[in-house]
T-cell receptor, first 111, second 115 residues
Framework: DQQVKQNSPSLSVQEGRISILNCDYTNSMFDYFLWYKKYPAEGPTFLISISSIKDKNEDGRFTVFLNKSAKHLSLHIVPSQPGDSAVYFCAASEGNEKLTFGTGTRLTIIP | GAVVSQHPSRVICKSGTSVKIECRSLDFQATTMFWYRQFPKQSLMLMATSNEGSKATYEQGVEKDKFLINHASLTLSTLTVTSAHPEDSSFYIC???????????FGPGTRLLVL
């Protein structure tokens, strides 16, 4: 049972445009959500997080939106840069419990 | 801040030997550390959760006698793959979290190849 889903395995975006990565979840008890970026053969790097009491959190070029009623969150990257090319994982947790990860979306920024 | 290191970054060993992987939190005290395994083109699979000073909690299907975890201090956790076999070849990643914080910070990973 995949509680966190990233339905797009890959996404290509032109440099300078907005990248939108999506994530859906099924467990309504999740109250903390995170996005990680991962390069091959490296550990994930934390990007941004959001608590369930908020619907938006912004940090530089990265903004995470949370729609609790739809059980959906998204990561917006604007403007997209070549260095953003990586695999992006969304993750969710309930209370202070373990993280549940999505399957990842490979983002490719086209120069 | 929030730097986590892993050592070694890569290890090749013969079948039947044991391999120890270290995970250290460099600039914070990690009350909880997690060990993950990643297969090619797949998501991270949580293997176990360890809290400093207590026994690790293993996920279903993970052999605790095969994957020994020790979290003896607030900055160090070790994963020992005992009697490694080729099917244990994988990318092992640790993460760490401090008390009261919900964000996990990940190490760079260890590539294990068992011949």
């Amino acid at each position: 049972d995949q509680q966190v889903k990233q339905n797009s395995p890959s996404l290509s975006v032109q440099e300078g445009r907005i990248s939108i990565l999506n994530c859906d979840y099924t467990n309504s008890m999740f109250d903390y959500f995170l996005w990680y970026k991962k390069y091959p053969a490296e550990g994930p790097t934390f990007l941004i997080s959001i608590s369930s009491i908020k619907d938006k959190n912004e940090d530089g070029r990265f903004t995470v939106f949370l729609n609790k009623s739809a059980k959906h969150l998204s990561l917006h990257i604007v403007p997209s840069q070549p260095g953003d090319s990586a695999v992006y994982f969304c993750a969710a947790s309930e209370g202070n419990e373990k993280l549940t990860f999505g399957t990842g979306t490979r983002l490719t920024i086209i120069p | 801040g929030a730097v986590v290191s892993q050592h070694p970054s890569r290890v090749i060993c013969k079948s039947g030997t044991s391999v120890k992987i270290e995970c250290r939190s460099l600039d914070f005290q990690a009350t909880t550390m997690f060990w993950y395994r990643q297969f090619p083109k797949q998501s991270l699979m949580l293997m176990a959760t360890s809290n400093e000073g207590s026994k690790a909690t293993y996920e279903q299907g993970v052999e605790k006698d095969k994957f020994l975890i020790n979290h003896a201090s607030l900055t160090l956790s070790t994963l020992t793959v005992t009697s490694a076999h080729p099917e244990d070849s994988s990318f092992y990643i640790c993460s760490a979290r401090s008390t009261g914080r919900e964000t996990q910070y990940f190490g760079p990973g260890t590539r294990l190849l068992v011949l």
